[in-house]
């Protein structure tokens, strides 16, 4: 039986809401580490634009993460995302921007709540915070809040900043936090596939540090299997696939293959493993840390 797949990594928009905006998706705007990224623009993507590319690929679920960036209430976002629950054809999961750093935190907190989708927070914030090297006690007290409410923290973080994260993650042992995009790896030369898969090593000593294989080929857009297979395999030897989940970055990732491709790789990647590593990586370990089963039965 091929094993379902939970796709942790999407992003959904519209840029005709009236009250979301999305500043990457503006015709003028210029990635700073991706570049041109006009080839996926459109109006709008939606839960129905995603099933149509992923339906072939025995997706179960979707995890979508902000992309209303610029919005004057990151709330409208979860709002916008709950409503399209009603009939879609997959369930889709919110991790919703808050600004950790900010006495709104909390008041963000309330409202993403309202939503029975809501899981978790990522906040582009929090990379510039571990760089400082500083402790905020208002960031500090909106993680422990995370903590308490159950939440998980997708962490945007490059290799550099991973030893911080490690010290993060070891004082807030309780939240559950997730590496996104393997740690968005900007070059792929041998000395920066060292300090990245040391730090990498390091940074999964922390046990509630959960890697997302995702975005594996954004800065290698000309890469083939062969290419990114020693940074996959890298993430499940250092986490293991009960702390590895997969995510398509779609539809960022158009930029890179099909999504069918996509998919077929984590598939091939875990090939030689046991039917329950299988099962781990591709949908279990994604089940238990964005709560899908609660969010299925919020669906009914």
Request: aromatic content about 10%; hydrophobic content about 40%.
């Amino acid at each position: 039986m091929t094993e379902k797949i939970i796709d942790t990594h999407v992003h959904f928009f519209d840029m005709k809401h009236p009250k979301l905006r999305y500043d990457w998706l503006q015709p003028d705007f210029v990635h700073p580490e991706l570049g041109d990224i006009d080839a996926m623009k459109a109006q709008r993507f939606d839960l129905n634009s995603m099933w149509a590319e992923a339906r072939f690929a025995d997706v179960e679920a979707f995890v979508h993460v902000q992309a209303a960036i610029g919005s004057a209430d990151p709330v409208d976002e979860t709002r916008w995302l709950t409503e399209m629950q009603d009939e879609g054809p997959a369930p889709v999961i919110i991790v919703a921007h808050a600004d950790l750093d900010t006495d709104r935190a909390s008041r963000q907190l309330d409202g993403h709540a309202e939503s029975p989708f809501f899981v978790g927070v990522r906040d582009f914030a929090a990379e510039p915070y571990l760089a400082s090297g500083q402790i905020s006690g208002r960031f500090e007290s909106s993680l422990k809040e995370l903590t308490k409410r159950g939440l998980v923290l997708d962490l945007d973080c490059a290799w550099q900043n991973m030893g911080a994260a490690r010290a993060l993650a070891e004082r807030h042992p309780e939240l559950q936090i997730v590496l996104e995009h393997i740690g968005f790896p900007r070059q792929r030369d041998d000395s920066y596939f060292g300090n990245w898969r040391a730090a990498i090593q390091d940074l999964s000593l922390a046990p509630n540090v959960t890697c997302k294989v995702s975005g594996i080929g954004m800065t290698d857009t000309r890469g083939v299997y062969a290419d990114y297979e020693p940074w996959i395999t890298t993430c499940l030897e250092a986490f293991g696939t009960d702390r590895c989940v997969v995510g398509s970055n779609w539809p960022l990732g158009r930029l890179v293959s099909s999504y069918d491709a996509v998919m077929l790789m984590y598939r091939r990647s875990v090939e030689t493993l046991s039917d329950s590593e299988q099962a781990a990586f591709l949908n279990g370990t994604a089940r238990r840390i964005y709560k899908l089963d609660a969010v299925v039965a919020a669906r009914v």
